[in-house]
């Protein structure tokens, strides 16, 4: 029983991390429908900026400079490709950043080598104890994180002028612009935030236990970002968190549940959130949150 | 007096710069389609200009053109120009004419479902100040009480006449000096049409220019100052909406009242066929809360050429939904011989030789015309894909045979010449045509026509005419048409059904339904002694 809540405790605390990864992709679908496949490493871009500065600039002042400049290439990068996004087919897009993230994951890793880079945060590999439940510093703090900016940005876009320009144009993006919302200005915020986010998420999602920075950190985020954003809906925030949940704590007790589960072989934990992702879209094709498209005859 | 000459670049009555000038606009789509053909048009300061003209005239292209909206649908401007007091707009984007003070209210209203009301009205104010708001939504709530009734709740659970209000609300939060209004009644019920009329004349009152397109001529009349007609793509007349609203062509164009049928003579009475009659019996159709269809019946006997006409949003399409099996009805029957359609799934339906054409033509564009007929006969081909693939002798017989029957059908509708001509290469009303011969490749005995001569010009029309008469009376199958031209109509139907808000109004032969006064009053809203003379 204790391991029970020892892996849902540390599930629900990934599932932060998941969820904020998830929120990055979902906000630039929701602004743009741009899949966007550049991502993963978008988020390897920030951990390499953390953990190739935190020495010279400190923790802090390195996460800040990573959040910064990953939101600038997420702009850059949005902006490139949306200079023809609005005409364009979104196949023909998300293609477009599949290229892009190779591109950018080539060269990140070939920078990072065979080095095992850290982002130098002060958690470590401390563990917190809490009635038996062990669950790491780095977790603890994450859940924190992710807690404030996802009640931050959900009150950001249910309140404010930002907010309603960003709902109105992923509902109507046409009739939006009718009503003199700047739709490429909508999409360039929501890709600095996605890249803001990914550089956050980042840091928690190469921190302890996790080894730490590698060429295929952007992958792994990608593989966690995608099940969770397509179970939720793709297009709905609140669905990005619940699937980022649901994918964190699904991977974790498939892992943690390995022995039992040793039938289906191993490594099951990576693969165990698709599942999940084919059992809910069985149910409900466009995800848990997700809106309908409706066909006119 | 007759209305002005179409070509003269339009001033104001007192000859001052107009504050909106459209000037001898040309509307390409996807760089071949040309959609509007030198169209100018001149909006007044404070005026209200009513454009007239039937689907596919280019009326919301129009609009596309001066709010800037043509990229989305894939047109462009390819010469003339947009003018707001002297500024071009032709070549800015959307947000940016809306800025400028030209602000749209979409066809379909387009109101964003997910977010509340109040947040609704707060998105069509973010272009503005924020210390102008509070005044803006003042002013919308006082011309729309139940917007502030409903502030809190969600755009997309309200009703189409609240979505029209909430639609034109929004507009207005940003101050527009010109409003766009694309449709405002269409769909909407009588009292709704009138209560959008009202607040039109206050906003007119109040001192905005007002863009009105409408296919309700009656509405657009009374509310307007100056009219356009536009005809596929031109301006064919304009002037004061009063003196328009008077002339025979007028009347011509949305009734058929004045003139003698233009189409061919009528072909004599039906040939007498023993073939399956359809009766529609008492259905009703409702989508949520909104009725779309109530008690309508009507027959549609063997061999009949049967028309449905009605305005805009009156039932015609969803009537044809209802019998192809694509809608449920709510009661009533739809009865083809012995069998009922109503619960039928659409593919059962066709198989039972009851064909349609689409409005919005389904060919596949760069398929050839044979081969597109070809897959008309689909239903009809019994060889698979094995035994086609294996060129067996049975089935390169009954490919002989198919080609042979699509050569028949293809010659009746003058469309011989351009078999291996891939569609996208043909003019619109050969396009027609060839959706006309896919429908009958399929041997229907009850044929559905949904608006054939939408966006033709007359010529074009009168010979769609002189064809569906040829098969008709070829093929001994019955026509049920659904259609806004009205001289194409009355030149063709042996009956005429008349919607109005869900509801039949009339049935009768084609003179029987144009001196019918309720069918006058649904078409120009004018009063029934007047019309008739």
């Known amino acids: 029983?204790?391991?029970?809540?020892?892996?849902?405790?540390?599930?629900?605390?990934?599932?932060?991390?998941?969820?904020?990864?998830?929120?990055?992709?979902?906000?630039?679908?929701?602004?743009?429908?741009?899949?966007?496949?550049?991502?993963?490493?978008?988020?390897?871009?920030?951990?390499?900026?953390?953990?190739?500065?935190?020495?010279?600039?400190?923790?802090?002042?390195?996460?800040?400079?990573?959040?910064?400049?990953?939101?600038?290439?997420?702009?850059?990068?949005?902006?490139?490709?949306?200079?023809?996004?609005?005409?364009?087919?979104?196949?023909?897009?998300?293609?477009?950043?599949?290229?892009?993230?190779?591109?950018?994951?080539?060269?990140?890793?070939?920078?990072?080598g065979t080095d095992l880079l850290t982002t130098g945060d002060p958690w470590g590999a401390d563990v917190v104890s809490l009635a038996g439940i062990q669950v790491p510093q780095t977790r603890v703090a994450a859940a924190v994180v992710a807690v404030v900016l996802v009640t931050g940005f959900l009150a950001?876009?249910?309140?404010?002028?930002?907010?309603?320009?960003?709902?109105?144009?992923?509902?109507?993006?046409?009739?939006a612009a009718l009503m003199g919302?700047?739709?490429?200005?909508?999409?360039?915020?929501?890709?600095?935030?996605?890249?803001?986010?990914?550089?956050?998420?980042?840091?928690?999602?190469?921190?302890?236990?996790?080894?730490?920075?590698?060429?295929?950190?952007?992958?792994?985020?990608?593989?966690?970002?995608?099940?969770?954003?397509?179970?939720?809906?793709?297009?709905?925030?609140?669905?990005?968190?619940?699937?980022?949940?649901?994918?964190?704590?699904?991977?974790?007790?498939?892992?943690?549940?390995?022995?039992?589960?040793?039938?289906?072989?191993?490594?099951?934990?990576?693969?165990?959130p698709y599942v999940v992702m084919l059992l809910v879209l069985l149910a409900r094709p466009s995800g848990l949150f997700g809106s309908k498209e409706i066909a006119r005859v | 007096m007759p209305p002005a000459s179409a070509r003269s670049v339009p001033l104001t009555s007192d000859g001052h710069a107009p504050l909106l000038q459209v000037r001898d606009v040309d509307v390409r789509y996807a760089g071949a389609v040309r959609a509007l053909h030198g169209v100018s048009l001149a909006v007044p300061d404070g005026a209200v200009v009513a454009v007239l003209g039937s689907n596919g005239a280019g009326k919301s292209t129009l609009l596309r053109a001066i709010s800037g909206t043509l990229p989305f649908v894939g047109g462009s401007i390819t010469s003339g120009s947009v003018e707001l007091d002297g500024r071009r707009l032709d070549r800015l984007d959307p947000a940016t004419i809306a800025r400028a003070g030209v602000v749209q209210v979409p066809e379909g209203r387009q109101v964003f479902d997910e977010l509340t009301v109040e947040e609704n009205l707060r998105a069509g104010a973010l272009a503005t100040p924020r210390r102008s708001r509070g005044r803006a939504r003042d002013r919308v709530y006082d011309l729309f009480p139940v917007l502030r009734e409903r502030s809190g709740q969600r755009a997309g659970l309200m009703s189409g006449g609240e979505q029209q209000m909430l639609a034109m609300g929004r507009a207005l939060m940003a101050e527009p000096r010109v409003l766009l209004l694309d449709e405002p009644s269409l769909g909407l019920a009588p009292h709704m049409v009138a209560r959008i009329g009202e607040v039109i004349a206050e906003i007119?009152?109040?001192?905005?220019?007002?863009?009105?397109?409408?296919?309700?001529?009656?509405?657009?009349?009374?509310?307007?100052?100056?009219?356009?007609?536009?005809?596929?793509?031109?301006?064919?007349?304009?002037?004061?909406?009063?003196?328009?609203?008077?002339?025979?062509?007028?009347?011509?164009?949305?009734?058929?009242?004045?003139?003698?049928?233009?189409?061919?003579?009528?072909?004599?009475?039906?040939?007498?066929?023993?073939?399956?009659?359809?009766?529609?019996?008492?259905?009703?159709?409702?989508?949520?809360?909104?009725?779309?269809?109530?008690?309508?019946?009507?027959?549609?006997e063997p061999g009949e050429v049967h028309a449905l006409i009605g305005p805009n949003g009156a039932g015609k399409s969803t009537s044809l939904n209802v019998l192809t099996g694509v809608y449920r009805v709510a009661s009533g029957s739809v009865r083809y011989g012995d069998t009922e359609l109503t619960k039928l799934r659409p593919h059962r339906i066709a198989r039972l030789g009851v064909g349609r054409t689409f409005q919005n033509l389904a060919l596949s564009p760069s398929a050839t015309v044979a081969d597109n007929l070809l897959l008309g006969r689909h239903r009809l081909t019994r060889a698979g894909f094995?035994?086609?693939?294996?060129?067996?002798?049975?089935?390169?017989?009954?490919?002989?045979?198919?080609?042979?029957?699509?050569?028949?059908?293809?010659?009746?509708?003058?469309?011989?010449?351009?078999?291996?001509?891939?569609?996208?290469?043909?003019?619109?009303?050969?396009?027609?045509?060839?959706?006309?011969?896919?429908?009958?490749?399929?041997?229907?005995?009850?044929?559905?026509?949904?608006?054939?001569?939408?966006?033709?010009?007359?010529?074009?029309?009168?010979?769609?005419?002189?064809?569906?008469?040829?098969?008709?009376?070829?093929?001994?199958i019955s026509i049920l048409l659904v259609e806004h031209d009205m001289t194409f109509v009355m030149g063709l139907a042996d009956r005429v059904t008349v919607l109005d808000f869900g509801r039949r109004i009339a049935t009768g032969t084609p003179a029987e339904v144009q001196r019918d006064p309720e069918v006058i009053r649904a078409y120009l809203g004018t009063p029934a002694q007047e019309a008739a003379r």
């Open chain 1, 1 to 112: 029983m204790n391991q029970f809540f020892t892996l849902l405790v540390n599930g629900l605390s990934l599932g932060c991390i998941d969820a904020l990864i998830a929120l990055g992709f979902v906000i630039v679908f929701k602004a743009t429908r741009v899949v966007n496949f550049a991502y993963g490493s978008l988020l390897l871009l920030g951990a390499y900026v953390v953990g190739s500065t935190h020495e010279s600039l400190g923790f802090a002042g390195a996460a800040l400079l990573g959040v910064a400049v990953t939101a600038v290439l997420a702009v850059l990068l949005g902006v490139v490709l949306l200079r023809r996004a609005r005409l364009a087919d979104p196949g023909t897009l998300a293609i477009l950043t599949l290229g892009i993230d190779i591109l950018l994951a080539t060269e990140l890793t070939r920078r990072i």
């Open chain 1, 156 to 175: 950001v876009v249910k309140f404010t002028d930002w907010g309603i320009a960003l709902r109105a144009s992923a509902e109507k993006p046409a009739t």
């Open chain 1, 181 to 272: 919302i700047r739709l490429s200005r909508v999409a360039a915020s929501a890709w600095a935030l996605a890249g803001a986010l990914a550089a956050t998420a980042a840091l928690f999602f190469t921190a302890f236990p996790s080894p730490g920075i590698s060429g295929t950190v952007g992958q792994a985020a990608l593989a966690a970002a995608v099940p969770a954003a397509v179970l939720g809906g793709l297009d709905s925030t609140t669905g990005a968190l619940v699937g980022g949940l649901a994918v964190g704590v699904t991977a974790t007790f498939a892992a943690g549940y390995q022995d039992q589960l040793a039938f289906l072989g191993r490594g099951f934990g990576t693969v165990a």
């Open chain 2, 204 to 300: 007119h009152r109040q001192g905005t220019a007002v863009v009105l397109v409408e296919q309700n001529a009656a509405m657009a009349l009374e509310l307007a100052d100056l009219a356009y007609v536009l005809e596929v793509g031109q301006v064919t007349l304009h002037g004061p909406a009063a003196k328009l609203a008077a002339t025979d062509d007028v009347r011509d164009r949305y009734l058929g009242i004045s003139a003698a049928p233009a189409g061919p003579p009528p072909t004599g009475p039906p040939p007498t066929r023993t073939g399956p009659s359809l009766a529609v019996d008492g259905v009703s159709v409702r989508f949520g809360g909104v009725t779309a269809l109530s008690e309508v019946s009507f027959t549609v």
């Open chain 2, 386 to 476: 094995v035994t086609a693939g294996l060129r067996t002798p049975g089935a390169r017989r009954e490919q002989a045979e198919q080609r042979r029957r699509v050569r028949e059908i293809a010659e009746l509708l003058e469309l011989d010449g351009a078999l291996d001509r891939p569609v996208a290469a043909l003019s619109y009303g050969d396009r027609k045509r060839v959706e006309l011969a896919r429908a009958l490749c399929a041997e229907p005995t009850l044929l559905l026509l949904d608006e054939p001569v939408a966006g033709m010009n007359a010529e074009e029309s009168a010979r769609l005419a002189a064809v569906v008469a040829r098969v008709r009376s070829e093929l001994d």
